[in-house]
């Protein structure tokens, strides 16, 4: 290896400095967030319009049941292992006989945002029945 191409890893492998984030960007970014889980929680209780108007609190009380910290895991319903907003879908799609949302929907993403505030704190355990 030539001596430049030495150097030039040797810096491209030094430690990347954690920027220190300001006061005012840490409460930003935390507001962004409140809104989006704020979204899910209004989609989760009835607010996704689905002509039935059977909603996922129906089934789900305060997200119960829903299990995020155990994805990705096999679910019999899909046949092979899944995400968590596929099995998200599978309730859109059945019990709220709706059309599902992609991955990046804002929906979908709100939704994923709230069960997951909801069961903060459960310890990950992927793929775990
Ligand atoms: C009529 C009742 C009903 C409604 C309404 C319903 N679900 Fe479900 N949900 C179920 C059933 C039944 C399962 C399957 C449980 C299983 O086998 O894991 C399930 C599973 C799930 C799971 C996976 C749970 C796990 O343990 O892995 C999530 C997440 C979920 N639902 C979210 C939602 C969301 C979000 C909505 C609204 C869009 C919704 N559900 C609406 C009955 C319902």
Redesign the pocket.
């Known amino acids: 290896m030539r001596a430049s191409s030495a150097v030039l890893l040797l810096v491209l492998c030094l430690p990347v400095q954690a920027e220190e984030f300001r006061q005012a960007e840490l409460e930003r970014w935390q507001q962004e967030y409140r809104v989006v889980v704020d979204k899910g929680d209004k989609?989760?209780h009835g607010g996704?319009g689905n002509e039935n108007t059977?909603?996922?609190?129906?089934?789900?009380p305060n997200?119960a049941?829903?299990?995020?910290e155990?994805?990705p895991?096999f679910?019999?319903?899909l046949g092979r292992v899944a995400e968590?907003w596929e099995?998200?879908n599978?309730?859109?799609e059945?019990?709220?006989e709706s059309a599902p949302l992609s991955a990046d929907d804002a929906r979908m993403i709100a939704?994923q945002a709230y069960?997951k505030q909801e069961r903060r704190g459960a310890e990950l355990t992927p793929g775990k029945h």
């Open positions: 989609l989760f996704l059977v909603s996922c609190d129906q089934c789900h997200a049941n829903t299990h995020p155990t994805y895991k679910q019999q319903q968590l099995m998200i599978w309730c859109i059945n019990p709220l939704l069960i």
